[in-house]
């Protein structure tokens, strides 16, 4: 099966076409401000790689977060349109698993993205999969959860987790193996996951208590 995979959620824009799991052609840039405006044209420069055209994939894979707002809405949006106009089937996929795809030799890896203010969006992984679910937690929460054993932390950003840190080299076919059986979603039942209000969400939250 040939498919599209978005990942617009984090400082890089990963976009790639796949022929079963096997990657054919893909784009790692940096993600910037410019994304609206960019991600057609990436998208477009893509199917020319590999002299395909939309009609040609029959699923789409997109990384629904977190990380950020503006990056995941441009890129859950394009997946579900495309989806819903052709009929496409949809897997949604976590950031932090993307990340967490990276090879390691610890027992642990443990990726994160930065969310500011001395928090984090974070889960803990090994080799056989979740251990600490993702969730956007404190710095110092994360530290209080690290299991025994040896960790390595992977990210774009950087933060002082206590512990090693490598940059990501994900391993797309690994990911899309993982979910290449997954059922397909319906498009309208696809929606990010920012695991965090927003700030306008925490300022509602705030005045209606007190009220």
Not at 19 to 42: A, C, K
Not at 76 to 90: F, M, Q, S
Not at 157 to 171: F, H, T, W, Y
Request: glycine letters at 4%; a negative charge; hydrophobic letters at 40%.
């Amino acid at each position: 099966m040939r498919s599209l995979f978005i990942d617009t959620a984090s400082s890089r824009i990963l976009l790639a076409l796949l022929e079963g799991h096997e990657v054919v052609t893909s784009i790692d840039e940096e993600n910037d401000h410019s994304l609206s405006s960019r991600i057609f044209p990436l998208i477009d420069r893509l199917f020319h790689q590999a002299n395909w055209n939309v009609d040609d994939i029959k699923r789409i894979y997109v990384v629904i977060g977190p990380g950020s707002f503006t990056g995941i809405r441009i890129g859950v949006t394009i997946a579900k349109t495309y989806a819903w106009a052709k009929k496409l089937e949809i897997v949604p996929i976590s950031e932090l698993e993307l990340l967490a795809s990276t090879s390691y030799t610890t027992d642990y890896i443990i990726p994160y993205i930065d969310a500011r203010r001395e928090a984090v969006y974070a889960g803990i992984y090994n080799h056989e999969g979740v251990v600490v679910n993702d969730a956007y937690m404190p710095i110092k929460s994360l530290k209080e959860r690290y299991p025994s054993g040896s960790m390595v932390a992977v990210s774009y950003d950087a933060c002082d987790l206590g512990i090693s840190q490598m940059k990501p080299e994900v391993n797309l076919s690994k990911v899309v193996e993982n979910h290449e059986h997954d059922f397909s979603k319906n498009p309208h039942e696809v929606n990010p996951i920012y695991l965090k209000l927003t700030e306008a969400e925490e300022n509602i939250k705030h005045d209606s208590k007190n009220e």
